[in-house]
């Protein structure tokens, strides 16, 4: 069961990965490397607040900023060397073992 677990959550990132990119504004922070559970994106011109909401109203939660940023500007972020404008934009999209592609398809 454990294999079949990180496998599907592999498979949900990077199906948003590849449906993000082809996406005009939307842009991948996170690293190749990072969490197969996060996925940080910046979606140009609209504020993370902004977009949070609008989802919410679709059933769709997602989280501003940062873990660790508590509403103001993340340090990673700016580590990332994001301009404020960017920074203000960030989505953190969370997956649990319970996450389904279907799901990942709803958010696209």
Same mark, same amino acid.
């Given at each position: ?37 996060? =996925? ?7 504020? #993370?607040?902004?977009? @949070?909401? +609008?989802?919410? $109203?679709?059933? *769709? ?18 580590? =990332? ?7 203000? #934009?960030?989505?953190? @999209?969370? +997956?649990?073992? $319970?996450?389904? *592609? ?7």
């Amino acid at each position: 069961m454990g294999d079949y677990l990180t496998k599907n959550k592999e498979r949900i990132k990077n199906y948003l990965i590849d449906e993000l990119n082809k996406i005009g504004g939307v842009l991948i922070n996170s690293p190749q490397n990072s969490s197969d559970y996060i =996925l940080n994106i910046s979606v140009n011109g609209i504020k #993370s607040e902004t977009l @949070l909401h +609008f989802l919410e $109203n679709y059933e *769709i939660y997602v989280s501003s900023g940062s873990a660790c940023s508590k509403g103001k500007l993340s340090h990673v972020t700016q580590a =990332l060397g994001m301009d404020r404008k960017r920074a203000d #934009s960030v989505l953190r @999209l969370s +997956f649990s073992k $319970n996450s389904t *592609i279907d799901e990942a398809k709803e958010l696209i």
